[in-house]
């Protein structure tokens, strides 16, 4: 299984910018931040909020800020090159790193099989092979 988005938006932050309901997140610095069109509503759960990392351009980037029902942020560093439209990997692999539901559960106490069944009937599935 992989669950895929695309980068919605970048937006650059300057230093002490907060991100998320709370402002849960401050940026340290300059940075760049991605918003992904993912949210709990979609099964990604607020029990993530600030506590995951999503591939981008083939590398980890953490989930910044507090999940909100349709969109999450995502910090993609002071030297992004990160564009909208570009591909997202929340479950799944890019290039040679993966994440896995299993990742996934022990950053929430749980178990795979529960990461799996809570992503929404809203996400677009595609059946492969």
């Known amino acids: ?4 988005s695309r980068l919605a938006q970048v937006k650059p932050f300057t230093s002490r ?6 402002r849960t997140w401050r940026a ?4 760049w931040v991605g918003i992904i069109p993912v949210g709990y509503a979609d099964g990604f759960s607020r029990d993530l909020s600030n506590n995951d990392e999503v591939l ?5 980037v953490p989930v910044v800020g507090t999940v909100s029902m349709d969109l999450i942020a ?9 564009r909208a439209g570009e ?12 994440i896995t ?3 996934i559960a022990r950053r929430r106490d749980s178990i795979s099989y529960e990461v799996i069944c809570a992503v929404s009937p809203r996400v677009a599935r595609i059946t492969a092979g």
């Not at 340290?28 to 940075?31: E, V």
């Not at 981008?56 to 980890?60: C, M």
């Not at 591909?87 to 993966?98: A, H, K, N, P, S």
């Open 87 to 98: 591909e997202v990997v929340l479950i799944g692999r890019q290039g040679t790193d993966r």
């Open 1 to 4: 299984m992989a669950w895929r």
């Open 28 to 31: 340290a610095r300059g940075t």
């Open 17 to 22: 910018m907060s991100a998320g309901y709370g």
């Open 101 to 103: 539901a299993e990742e």
């Open 74 to 82: 995502v910090d993609l560093g002071p030297e992004a090159t990160e």
């Open 56 to 60: 981008v351009g083939g590398r980890r």
